[in-house]
């Protein structure tokens, strides 16, 4: 079982719509949650952090986190086509590692 | 900001040669960097953890005689792919980490990568 596992897409959308990305993990030992976004032929950038359940927003960017659930969210409220990208969520533990899912590839149509 | 800039960004060399990626955190010092790889579509698996002044540490799975990291100063690291093959055509990324930051998570900032065809 992977320890992060994460939907790889394409997921399309039309623009201005609601996006919904989300991740899962194996191990509750993880304490820290992020999100990074990777353009084509790019590195990562990171979006969001995280570190406890519940939401943070910024923007038109909404962090959640459930760790009962082991299930963290990155929602994109009125997507734009400079949103099109994959989104990699990213969980750190406490050996200083970064554990990346596999991304989800996002297309927004305007 | 933090900024890590990593060359060259994209390089085509023959089977059996030596290609040797840098990575530079400009503005910052960097006690760690990490040099990830990444097949299309997939995710960045981990190949190795380099400190400033030490031997690497890598992944399990990770040949070291193959990819050799140098992490000479506290700016720079190199990963130098040796006798390149085919197979080794990937996109890599590094990442360091602030010195100030310690173990703190949000320390990481990654390079725009190199993506490396062996022919």
Request: with cysteine; net charge neutral.
């Amino acid at each position: 079982q992977k320890e992060v596992e994460q939907d790889p897409g394409p997921l399309s959308v039309p623009e201005g719509a609601i996006v919904s990305l989300n991740c899962t993990y194996s191990n509750s030992a993880f304490q820290y949650f992020m999100w990074y976004r990777q353009y084509s032929r790019k590195g990562p950038e990171l979006l969001m952090y995280t570190y406890s359940s519940g939401n943070k927003e910024d923007g038109r960017f909404t962090a959640q986190v459930d760790k009962s659930s082991k299930y963290i969210s990155l929602f994109i409220r009125d997507s734009q086509p400079s949103d099109s990208a994959t989104y990699l969520c990213a969980l750190y533990n406490q050996g200083g590692k970064l554990i990346f899912g596999q991304g989800t590839e996002l297309s927004v149509k305007p | 900001g933090a900024v890590v800039s990593q060359h060259p960004s994209w390089v085509i060399c023959k089977s059996g040669t030596s290609v040797k990626i840098e990575c530079r955190s400009l503005d910052f010092q960097a006690t760690t960097m990490f040099w990830y790889r990444q097949f299309p579509k997939q995710s960045l698996m981990l190949m190795a953890t380099s400190n400033e002044g030490s031997k690497a540490t890598y992944e399990q799975g990770v040949e070291k005689d193959k990819f050799l990291i140098n992490h000479a100063s506290l700016t720079l690291s190199t990963l130098t792919v040796t006798s390149a093959h085919p197979e080794d055509s990937s996109f890599y990324i590094c990442s360091a980490r602030e010195s100030r930051t310690g173990t703190l998570y949000y320390g990481y900032t990654f390079g725009s990568g190199t993506r490396l065809t062996v022919v």
